[in-house]
């Protein structure tokens, strides 16, 4: 049945993608974005379609709308980005959040809240599950993400609980694919880019910590399964499959053909060292598990960026 749809942050990365998958299943499309990290090509191909329409506006300020269902993404995701302005950080998550939970409320729609694995911090336990409470430095530089992204949960979980609104948790691991901004600052970009560019791939530290990383349509396709679902309780979206960002680097220079030299630049504070999600809880409740390998998704992100770089 088509549904009326909210999607924040709707021209950003993750934003785009899902409205270009909820299009095609039929849904009506409103993407609200302010566009600090979004851009208006990555929904080019929709603005003209009858069942999508673009708003230009801030979470921070209120909105009212009939729909069905709002999938709240509008945030920056990048440490680079969200560091630039902490306060606008904190305000996007803890009043942008309020705000979709408030017209949730008043117009009776389910909405998902794109929380992160930065909830678990610097983690002591590996992987994570989704019972760990984390290891969040509160007064640390990604402190504007991370507790606000914790506030935000605690937003979602205290509306559903005082409200009755029904509520969805995605914990997002770092996610990748076409369209990522050339100076996003997020790895898979950045090595990417300098790979193309034949320029030095900076590893930040020695290039040990682990990240584990999931292609883009896994986790729209684990989106929508968790929207569907009568879930609402936490529940990590990523690949387990858990990689050295050197091996990363080495990967992405392979499949570049790049002649690039690793270079090493000192490890930002409180850079998580170890992530990869333990996704049980996904795999009962949504049947949901990555099914892109990591080899596969980086020669289509390769070649997006081949397009779009010169
Ligand atoms: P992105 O930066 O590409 O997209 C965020 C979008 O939100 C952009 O279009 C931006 O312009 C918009 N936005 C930011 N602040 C806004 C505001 N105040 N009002 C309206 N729009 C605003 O990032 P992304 O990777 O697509 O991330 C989307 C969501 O998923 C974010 O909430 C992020 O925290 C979460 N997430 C992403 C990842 C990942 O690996 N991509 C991992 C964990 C969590
Ligand atoms: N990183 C790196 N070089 C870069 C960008 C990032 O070595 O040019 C490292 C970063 O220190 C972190 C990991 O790659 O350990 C992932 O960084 P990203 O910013 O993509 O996401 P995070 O998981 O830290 O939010």
Redesign the pocket.
């Known amino acids: 049945m088509s549904r009326r749809i909210l999607v924040?942050?709707?021209?950003?990365?993750?934003?785009s993608h899902l409205c270009e998958r909820l299009i095609a299943a039929g849904h009506e499309v409103i993407c609200?974005?302010?566009?600090?990290?979004?851009r208006r090509e990555n929904i080019a191909p929709l603005l003209d379609h009858r069942s999508f329409e673009l708003v230009r506006?801030?979470?921070?300020d209120p909105i009212t709308v009939e729909v069905d269902e709002i999938f709240h993404?509008?945030?920056?995701?990048?440490p680079i980005?969200y560091q630039r302005n902490p306060v606008r950080t904190i305000n996007?998550c803890v009043q942008?959040t309020l705000h979709m939970l408030d017209l949730a409320r008043e117009v009776h729609a389910r909405i998902l809240i794109?929380?992160?694995?930065?909830v678990y911090g610097d983690p002591l336990t590996h992987p994570q599950e989704e019972s760990y409470w984390g290891n969040v430095n509160p007064i640390g530089p990604r402190a504007c993400y991370d507790e606000g992204?914790r506030c935000a949960e605690a937003l979602a979980v205290s509306y559903a609980r005082q409200y009755g609104v029904e509520v969805r948790i995605p914990r997002?691991?770092?996610?990748?694919g076409p369209r990522m901004?050339e100076n996003?600052g997020?790895v898979v970009s950045n090595f990417i880019v300098q790979c193309l560019r034949s320029r030095p791939i900076t590893l930040f530290g020695e290039g040990k910590q682990t990240r584990s990383f999931c292609y883009v349509d896994d986790l729209i396709e684990g989106f929508v399964r968790l929207m569907e679902s009568g879930f609402s309780d936490p529940i990590n979206l990523g690949n387990p499959v858990e990689s050295t960002i050197r091996e990363l680097a080495e990967a992405i220079r392979a499949l570049v053909g790049s002649e690039s030299e690793l270079v090493f630049e000192p490890l930002p504070v409180d850079d998580p060292m170890r992530r990869k999600p333990d996704i049980r809880r996904a795999i009962a409740v949504l049947d949901w598990r990555p099914a892109v390998a990591l080899e596969i998704g980086l020669e289509r992100t390769i070649a997006d960026f081949r397009q779009r770089i010169r």
Request: include cysteine.
């Open positions: 924040t942050g709707g021209a950003g990365f993750l934003g609200l974005d302010n566009f600090f990290t979004g506006h801030d979470v921070c993404l509008a945030c920056p995701a990048s980005h996007t942008g794109a929380s992160t694995s930065e992204k997002i691991f770092n996610t990748y901004l996003d997020r």
